[in-house]
Structures are given as C-alpha cells and as structure tokens.
C-alpha cells in the first residue's frame, strides 16, 4: 500500500491542540441510502472505522424501525461491534428506544432536539416542546444508569421549511437539553445553510447562555461546501468535537436538502495541516471510505478520498 500524501503542518495559532472526531458514518451516512446496507457490510465498515483510528463511532440508532428501515437491524448489528475498544454511541428518540439499547448494553445515547416547530413534528411527530418531554426521562434514567448522553439539536441555523432559524430559538432549546442533563450537545446544520460568521455568533450567544464552546459539538452538513469553513470558525471559538461522516456519507430522511456530513477525510487533512492531533490514519480511512463506496455503488463526494484513493485504490 502505498502511503498517501499528507498537508505539510503549519500550526495557526489559537486552535485546540486536540479534536476529537465523533464519527456519524454509519448512523447519519447510512440511514439516509436508498437500499438497505446488509447488517454484515455496516459491522465491517464500524470495525475498519475502528481501526482508521477513530475512537467515537455513532452506531446505529434504535428509532421506530418504520420511520427509518435502514436502521431497522440494529439489535443485530449492535452486538456484532460492541467489543470494539471505541465508544459507541446510538440515538434514542425515546424511553422505547432507551430501553432497547440499554438491553444490549449501550453506554453512550444520544437524544436529537429540532429547534424548528417543521422538523420536530417531521423528524419525531411532536412539537418542539413534547419533544423535549419526550426525552427528559430518557437523560434521567440514562443518567442514572451512569449512560453518557449526548444531545442533539438540528436546524441549528436554517430550517427547509422556516428559512433561517433565529438565535435566541436555538439558545432556548439547548438551554433546555443542557437544563434536563445532557452532557454534551451537538450543533447541526442539517441542511447545510451555515457560514462561519452565523456560527460565530451562535457559539457566542450560546456562551453568554451559559453554554461554553467545550461543552458542544458541531454537526456540519456539506449541502452548500461550507462544512469545513464552519468547522475552522468553531475551532477558533474553542469548540473541540466535530462531527463527521466518513466518505461524506449522509443526510437526513425527513430533512429535504440535507446532503451528507462534513466528510471525515476532508476534517482529518485540514486538522493535520494545522499540526492538530487526531490520532487518525488517514492512509487507512481512505481505504475504508473506498472500500464503502464500492458496496454502495457510487464513489465518496469528499475531494480528500478522490484525490488520495488514486495513490490507494487497493480493498483491503
Ligand atoms: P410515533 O409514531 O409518534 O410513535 O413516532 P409513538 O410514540 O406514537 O408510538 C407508536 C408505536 O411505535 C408504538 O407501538 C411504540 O411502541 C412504537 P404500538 O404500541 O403501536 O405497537 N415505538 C417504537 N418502536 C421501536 N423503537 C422505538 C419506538 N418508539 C415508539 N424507539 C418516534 C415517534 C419518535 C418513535 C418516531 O418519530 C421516530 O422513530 N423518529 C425517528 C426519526 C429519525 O430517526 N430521524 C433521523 C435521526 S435525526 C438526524 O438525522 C439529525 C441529526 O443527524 C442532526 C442534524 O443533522 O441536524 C441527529
Ligand atoms: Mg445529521
């Protein structure tokens, strides 16, 4: 194999020494293709993942399985990869869902909020409000089992049916996560309609609520190319958890317009260029975004997986 290229590494001052990635491939990526990726190919694709070195691995998620076919298997996948040495986090609408995963002995959930009246009722069948009572005894009891609990809030930034989404509607439903016990909550620009500058001021009225940067993670999707500007911005605010999806896999099935994630090859190149630790072999994660590609059918969008798969095109 030969090895990749890598950006040479010039640091820019004022960024976080250390990201961590929290990898959305085989939940976010997968949950949105058209066919269903046998349970096998999906456990391989977390192993090879696990062995690129990424170290937090979203799972699969234990939604009603009507709503989202693609992830219908996922007591069966779930068991296939729970040896992993790597976290694992699955989301959990619900205390069914809690229950689910708790059965197969998951220690990381993560709940997922809509800022936006349109997608909550969409993405959960519940208003904005009956959402967030939906999920209060889901943290209470996964708190009480001592479960990490991660909390997602989508439309973050602009709503496919709303248009933008002001600041202060996103501040109170992450007040409201962070209030109930999350430990740590997400960021999502399901559609891909940020740019740095609304980032910026999201993170700082967040902030000011009392929310600092280390307690979030940001979830870029890529729709309009600006996942890896906006991640730039949060890093120089201090955020240190991206969420990305290798091979930029993704989307959202009740979300029109959401492409895939911020590609996780597109992250690890930049980071390394700035001289920011990952802990990640980019070499081995190419091979694995191709190696998905080809079960999917198509070739990944990242450009980081085009322009290295040719010096490494061999499936291993
Ligand atoms: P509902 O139809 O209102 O469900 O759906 P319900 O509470 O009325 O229950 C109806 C039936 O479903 C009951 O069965 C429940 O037991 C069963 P019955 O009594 O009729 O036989 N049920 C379940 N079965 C299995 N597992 C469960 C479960 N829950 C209820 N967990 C519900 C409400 C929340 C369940 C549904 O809307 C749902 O599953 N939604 C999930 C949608 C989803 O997964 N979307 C994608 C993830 S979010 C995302 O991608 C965004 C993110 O990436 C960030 C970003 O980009 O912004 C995270
Ligand atoms: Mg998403």
Redesign the pocket.
């Known amino acids: 194999m030969t090895a990749p290229g890598l950006p040479m590494a010039v640091p820019a001052g004022d960024l976080p020494t250390r990201v961590r990635i929290h990898e959305?491939g085989a939940r976010?990526g997968l949950?949105n293709e058209k066919a269903t990726v046998p349970t096998e190919v999906k456990a391989e694709f977390i192993r090879r993942l696990a062995d690129a070195g990424l170290t937090t691995i979203e799972a699969t998620?234990?939604?009603?399985?009507k709503?989202?076919p693609q992830l219908a298997d996922a007591e069966q996948l779930f068991p296939q990869v729970a040896d992993l040495p790597v976290a694992l986090p699955v989301?959990?609408?619900?205390e069914?869902?809690l229950d689910?995963a708790l059965a197969l002995g998951a220690s990381r959930v993560a709940v997922?909020a809509s800022a936006t009246e349109s997608f909550a009722k969409a993405?959960?069948?519940?208003t904005v409000d009956e959402a967030l009572a939906m999920f209060e005894p889901v943290v209470t009891r996964a708190k009480a089992d001592g479960v990490h609990v991660r909390g997602?809030l989508?439309?973050c930034f602009g709503d496919p049916w709303e248009g933008p989404v002001p600041i202060p509607q996103v501040v109170r439903v992450c007040r409201a996560l962070t209030d109930m016990g999350c430990d740590e909550l997400?960021l999502?620009?399901?559609i891909g309609v940020a740019t740095p500058g609304h980032v910026v001021a999201l993170l700082a009225a967040l902030d000011e609520a009392g929310i600092p940067p280390s307690a979030l993670g940001v979830?870029f999707?890529d729709t309009y190319g600006q996942a890896l500007a906006n991640t730039l911005a949060a890093l120089q605010q201090g955020v240190t958890t991206v969420d990305a999806s290798a091979g930029g896999l993704g989307g959202?099935?009740?979300a029109k317009s959401?492409t895939g994630n911020l590609a996780t090859e597109d992250l690890v190149w930049m980071l390394r260029g700035l001289g920011i630790d990952t802990g990640i072999d980019l070499g081995r994660l190419v091979a694995t975004s191709t190696w998905m590609a080809a079960r999917l059918g198509r070739p990944s969008p990242s450009r980081t997986v085009r322009a290295l798969s040719h010096e490494d095109t061999e499936e291993h």
């Not at 989301?91 to 619900?94: M, S």
């Not at 993405?123 to 519940?126: A, G, M, S």
Request: include cysteine; charge should be positive; aromatic fraction near 14%.
């Open positions: 959305v976010d949950q998620s234990f939604v009603h399985p709503w989202v989301l959990v609408p619900n069914r869902g689910r997922f993405n959960l069948n519940r997602y989508s439309m997400s999502g620009d399901t979830h999707h959202c099935p009740y959401a």
